[in-house]
């Protein structure tokens, strides 16, 4: 069973950066889309960003120019680097895809889909 381990969240003041990386593990054959959610206290689950396979990208409105979504397949490997941090960006992100092809023997695959990570804490303080 593939597992997604986010890293980096922390407390940073307002406009300053914060680089989150979240790692797929497991006998990986491929990943389709990789995303980031966040949910703040009180609120629901957002989309954040996007990144599928091809590295095609698409990102909530609100972040738009701040955040940026990259992937290292090689890796299994999606990073979220968040510029000019606001108060509302405090939130718990979590690490998301649809689909992971793990590879459990040979020629035998197995199709895990809609997998979260556990969250990492990012707060912004004015």
């Known amino acids: 069973q593939a597992q997604l381990v986010e890293a980096g969240g922390g407390l940073v003041q307002v406009g300053g950066s914060l680089r989150l990386s979240c790692a797929a593990s497991?006998?990986?054959?491929?990943?389709?889309?990789m995303e980031w959610y966040r949910q703040a206290p009180g609120k629901e689950r957002e989309l954040v960003a996007r990144i599928n396979s091809a590295g095609s990208t698409n990102y909530a409105d609100s972040i738009e120019g701040r955040f940026t979504i990259s992937r290292d397949n090689a890796k299994n490997t999606v990073y979220l680097q968040m510029n000019s941090l606001k108060s509302e960006d405090s939130a718990v992100y979590y690490c998301?895809?649809?689909?992971?092809?793990?590879?459990?023997?040979?020629?035998?695959?197995?199709?895990?889909?809609?997998?979260w990570g556990q969250g990492t804490q990012v707060s912004v303080s004015a």
């Open positions: 998301h895809t649809d689909l992971i092809v793990v590879q459990i023997a040979k020629g035998l695959r197995v199709h895990e889909r809609d997998t």
């Open positions: 497991g006998n990986i054959f491929s990943i389709n889309n």
